[in-house]
């Protein structure tokens, strides 16, 4: 078992940043890969970002390519996410994820384990 808590969410206004972190805990003496995804109000969730258990492969969504950064820090056993130019349409609860094994996949199904959320707000 791998729990997952999210936290840095909050309320920025259009074009600030954020940092989200994804601190995991349980069973982490094994190699998994991580991903962030999000639900907006009133909309089915959607993939965001993913990472490998090196840290060396990523994929992002093309909604956030070039202003989110997906990162880890296996040391910490911790996942973050780099948000920059935020719009008010990144407004979700932001949700990581994990499942074992080194490749980072993009669909939720295939993930394991998730964490409870965190809100991200983005005024206009």
């Known amino acids: 078992q791998v729990q997952l808590v999210e936290s840095g969410g909050g309320l920025v206004q259009a074009g600030g940043s954020l940092r989200l972190s994804c601190a995991a805990s349980g069973r982490t003496s094994t190699t998994y890969s991580m991903g962030w995804f999000r639900q907006a109000p009133g909309k089915e969730r959607e993939f965001v970002a993913a990472?490998?258990?090196?840290?060396?492969?990523?994929y992002y969504a093309d909604s956030v390519k070039g202003r989110f950064t997906v990162s880890r820090d296996n040391a910490k056993n911790t996942m973050y996410l780099q948000m920059n130019s935020l719009k008010p349409e990144d407004t979700a609860v932001y949700y990581c994820?994990?499942?074992?094994?080194?490749?980072?996949?993009?669909?939720?199904?295939?993930?394991?384990?998730w964490g409870q959320g965190t809100q991200v707000t983005v005024s206009s």
């Open positions: 990472i490998g258990w090196s840290g060396g492969t990523t």
């Open positions: 994820s994990a499942k074992y094994g080194r490749v980072p996949v993009t669909r939720g199904y295939e993930y394991d384990y």
